[in-house]
T-cell receptor
Framework: DQQVKQNSPSLSVQEGRISILNCDYT??????FLWYKKYPAEGPTFLIS?????DKNEDGRFTVFLNKSAKHLSLHIVPSQPGDSAVYFC???????????FGTGTRLQVFP | NAGVTQTPKFQVLKTGQSMTLQCAQDMNHNSMYWYRQDPGMGLRLIYYSASEGTTDKGEVPNGYNVSRLNKREFSLRLESAAPSQTSVYFCASSRNTFDGVKTDTQYFGPGTRLTVL
């Protein structure tokens, strides 16, 4: 049973436009959410996070939105750059553990 | 700081062989984790260690053992490798000191690509 779902395996966006990556979750015990970025042959690197007490967190070109009632979060990248081309993983943390549950990832390609 | 280091980077085994994947972190983190990444499956937790001296099973522990040798090092052992264990293995660490509002994140190593023939 997939508790964290990324239903779009891939996304292609033109440079300068907005990239929107989506993530849905099923477990109400998640209270902390993270996005990781992964380049080929490298480990995932932390990008941005959001606590369940917030609905938005911004860091430069990256903004994460959380809609708790819909159990949905999204990552917005504005403007998209070719260097953003990578696989993006959504992850969720239950309130009573330090484990992360990862989604299956979305491959973003930003073309010139 | 090197962060999280993993050895080896690549390994090919025959079915039934054993091996140990090594992981070390120099960030004085309390928690350490082992994941595997398979196509279309995301990252799945194999084992984790919340602190030195403790280990616990994750989502896919069968066929693996772990040792938290000290605060820095966390190794993953395959006693009798099977083709189903062909994967990319990632080690991660986190500070894990929860003091009200979560701000912690996990830091990942570069991965070990394992093929079992």
């Amino acid at each position: 049973d997939q508790q964290v779902k990324q239903n779009s395996p891939s996304l292609s966006v033109q440079e300068g436009r907005i990239s929107i990556l989506n993530c849905d979750y099923t477990n109400s015990m998640f209270d902390y959410f993270l996005w990781y970025k992964k380049y080929p042959a490298e480990g995932p690197t932390f990008l941005i996070s959001i606590s369940s007490i917030k609905d938005k967190n911004e860091d430069g070109r990256f903004t994460v939105f959380l809609n708790k009632s819909a159990k949905h979060l999204s990552l917005h990248i504005v403007p998209s750059q070719p260097g953003d081309s990578a696989v993006y993983f959504c992850a969720a943390n239950p309130y009573n553990t330090d484990k992360l549950i990862f989604g299956t990832g979305t491959r973003l390609q930003v073309f010139p | 700081n090197a962060g999280v280091t993993q050895t080896p980077k690549f390994q090919v085994l025959k079915t039934g062989q054993s091996m140990t994947l090594q992981c070390a972190q120099d960030m004085n983190h309390n928690s350490m984790y082992w994941y595997r990444q398979d196509p279309g499956m995301g990252l799945r937790l194999i084992y984790y260690s919340a602190s030195e001296g403790t280990t616990d099973k994750g989502e896919v522990p069968n066929g693996y053992n772990v040792s938290r040798l000290n605060k820095r090092e966390f190794s993953l052992r395959l006693e009798s490798a099977a083709p189903s264990q062909t994967s990319v293995y990632f080690c991660a660490s986190s500070r894990n000191t929860f003091d009200g509002v979560k701000t912690d994140t996990q830091y990942f190593g570069p991965g070990t690509r394992l093929t079992v023939l």
